[in-house]
């Protein structure tokens, strides 16, 4: 693929090909930027690899002090002199030491020059009420772990900004509600394909292409930060 | 023959795989985690695995020094060292040792110390189980890549140049 070609990140994620992320392209080659926040490193490196096999630069931190250092709201709330740096997304997990994800999220919420960012949830624990927590506070999407790239795919949907496609894909992933544990009795079938739209947890109400432009089910509770 | 041998151990990796999905010991997020692996990234499976284990040992070793402590009462720390157990183990598929790690939390919970033992014990071996199983697959692994790579040598110019 050439690199000095400007996609549109539409078309990208059309092609929907695993693109290498080339760190050596410029700034202007409108790579999406995710900053993700784990305190284990294997998970780290897992959301690291998901992300770039999505044609995603990363970031990875291991706290949420760390991650607002990084944006450059520590203590400080000078403006960003990231100039290629720019953050298109935030995935971060919940449990952490310190800060938590939760707390890490309100942070940046409570922020006027980082709160457009979208914010993504990750937790272990299948907890409603956390779930719930989240989302209120602004988290775009929330996912259970472990993650999947099936899971990293659907987020591009919240990385458009302004050329942003709206209201597709609010539905926050309802995985969890059908399932206690991160395997069911594998079927034969289980012998996944990232690109495939089914795997085998996957809830009817879990939107995937920017194609489906009709559900507006969360979108009301983001706009209220804006 | 070489290439033969491929094969051989191809099948070969493929029968250890399914019998640790069927025993359990592995779940699907760890074909998840072969299919991040390609050209770009030839080792990650075995990146991230190291990592895991590297990891796994000291939460091991920091359990056991919790239990077998005479004083120990803090078992909310055992938790926090069980949620890192559990979390990492899971992101690799590994089902067995996380499911222990659950039962472990539970007895940690209810400040059971003898459940808690037995529950360490368990971990420990389903742990070493499932790091044998998986050296073992890297193994077969790394033989079939070399074999592989010796199935296609220069021979084939000797087919195009007539």
């Not at chain 1, 693929?1 to 290498?20: D, G, I």
């Not at chain 1, 772990?145 to 795919?153: A, F, G, H, Q, Y």
């Not at chain 2, 074909?31 to 091991?60: A, C, G, R, T």
């Amino acid at each position: 693929m050439a690199k000095n070609v400007v996609f549109s990140r539409l078309r990208r994620l059309e092609k929907n090909e695993r693109l290498e992320d080339d760190l050596s392209s410029s700034c202007d080659s409108h790579e999406v930027h995710v900053l993700a926040v784990d305190d284990s490193f294997v998970d780290r490196k897992v959301i690291e690899r998901l992300l770039k096999i999505t044609s995603c630069k990363v970031t990875a931190v291991d706290s949420g002090r760390r991650a607002l250092q990084f944006l450059g709201l520590d203590e400080e709330e000078s403006s960003v002199g990231f100039d290629g740096l720019k953050v298109d997304l935030i995935i971060t997990d919940y449990c952490m030491p310190g800060m938590t994800g939760y707390e890490l999220l309100k942070k940046i919420k409570g922020s006027s020059t980082f709160r457009e960012i979208p914010v993504v949830i990750m937790s272990s624990e299948n907890v409603l009420t956390r779930i719930d927590r989240c989302l209120e506070e602004g988290a775009e999407d929330f996912i259970v772990k472990p993650v999947k790239l099936s899971d990293v795919k659907r987020l591009k949907n919240y990385m458009f900004g302004e050329g942003r496609e709206k209201s597709q894909d609010r539905g926050f992933n309802k995985r969890k509600l059908q399932e206690t544990s991160p395997s069911p009795s594998p079927t034969s079938s289980t012998s996944p394909e990232p690109s495939s739209d089914s795997s085998s947890t996957s809830s009817p109400s879990k939107l995937r292409s920017p194609t489906s432009l009709n559900s507006p089910t969360r979108r009301f509770k983001t706009s209220n930060h804006k | 023959m070489l290439g033969f041998g491929a094969e051989r151990l191809r099948a070969d990796m493929n029968r250890l795989l399914a019998l640790l999905f069927h025993q359990g010991v592995l779940d699907e997020q760890f074909l998840q985690l072969q299919q991040l692996q390609d050209e770009s990234s030839p080792n990650f499976v075995s990146e991230v695995v190291n990592i895991y284990f590297h990891e796994s040992e000291k939460l091991l070793r920091n359990l056991r020094g919790l239990l077998l402590d005479r004083e120990f009462s803090d078992y909310n720390k055992m938790g926090i060292h069980l949620n890192q157990f559990m979390g990492s183990s899971s992101s690799i598929g590994a089902k067995r040792v996380r499911n222990v790690c659950v039962a472990f939390r539970a007895a940690s919970e209810q400040s059971n110390r003898p459940g808690c033992l037995r529950a360490l014990e368990l971990l420990e071996y389903e742990y070493c189980y499932l790091k044998n199983k998986l050296h073992e697959l890297f193994q077969i692994e790394q033989q079939r890549i070399l074999a592989a790579a010796v199935r296609y040598p220069p021979v084939q110019n000797h087919l195009n140049n007539p």
